[in-house]
């Protein structure tokens, strides 16, 4: 792996000779350590903190102030990817100058490298103004459960392909849009392997996505707790990842409360010294 910086010129030389960006979102300074040794290109600091490892029921209850000392833990956490963090639901709704204020101080207080706006492709004033303030900007955009409801066919089948042309045609424009207004990369989330294609065929910025994305984009987005298995309820079932993190750690918890309840001495303890 290379330790050389990732930059956003590096990123659009890598959608030009067909590599793949990877990206990885983290909350924490040691996942980002991990990340950013791994070799992720970006890791994104992303607003599901609050759904995915607080366990809030509403993914709107984060605030800017929770999202900057969490972008601060993984900026510290980062040398080599560029680090980017969610804009929370607010600031962006708002209107421009709100979204301005809360770039700037997302970018001075945590030392991001750039800032991704949730449903960018509704706001594109607001991403020229954030870019001409000179802030770079990852813009989300993509076929939501309200996009798919408006064309009459099912959310879950726009991951695979069954989308009409009309639907089609407005991501391409939803993208080129958001690059005429500056964006740096796209996440296009749910772009199946019709629509997703086509529109990384029709922007010259990289291409990423998660949920519903695949190869054919120019990169893939992916929770570092999804990746590995860490959530808890892998523990009553194999998860399709790259690992069982939840099982490993609850035998680990298991183990160790199993030597405390044995007045056994706890491994990585301070060695008890011999008695006299």
């Known amino acids: 792996m290379s330790i050389e910086k990732v930059t956003l010129q590096r990123l659009q030389e890598m959608k030009r000779a067909g590599e793949k960006s990877v990206c990885v979102v983290a909350w924490d300074y040691q996942m ?5 040794r791994a070799g992720a290109d970006i890791i994104s600091v992303g607003d599901t903190v609050g759904a995915n490892l ?3 029921d509403n993914p709107l209850e984060v605030t800017l102030e929770e999202m900057i000392v969490v972008a601060k833990a993984v900026r510290r956490g980062v040398t080599r990817a560029l680090v980017s963090v969610d804009f929370p639901y607010g600031p962006l709704q708002e209107g421009t100058g709100a979204a ?9 207080e945590t030392g991001v490298d750039l800032v991704k706006l949730d449903g960018a492709a509704d706001y594109p004033e607001a991403v020229e103004a954030i870019v001409r303030a000179g802030i770079p900007v990852f813009a989300q955009f993509g076929i939501t459960p ?6 009459g066919v099912a959310y879950t089948g726009a991951a695979t392909g069954a989308i009409p042309e009309e639907m089609q045609a407005e991501m391409v424009v939803d993208a080129k849009r958001l690059v005429r207004a500056g964006a740096s990369l796209l996440n296009f989330t749910n772009s199946g392997p019709v629509v997703g294609p ?12 998660g949920f519903g994305g695949g190869p ?3 990169g893939r987005i992916r929770m570092a707790t999804a990746a590995i298995g860490y959530h808890e309820k892998w523990l009553d079932s194999e998860p399709d990842t790259y690992a069982n993190v939840a099982r490993t750690a609850y035998d680990a918890l298991t183990e160790y409360a199993s030597d405390v309840r044995a007045a056994r001495q706890i491994r990585g303890g301070v060695p008890v010294p011999p008695s006299s």
Do not use: M
């Open 146 to 151: 309200q996009t798919a409801l408006r064309y």
């Open 32 to 36: 980002a350590r991990i990340a950013d």
């Open 54 to 56: 607080w366990g809030h």
């Open 100 to 108: 301005v204020r809360a770039a700037i101080r997302l970018v001075k």
């Open 198 to 209: 086509a529109v990384v065929a029709a922007v010259d910025v990289p291409v990423l996505g």
């Open 216 to 218: 054919w984009l120019d």
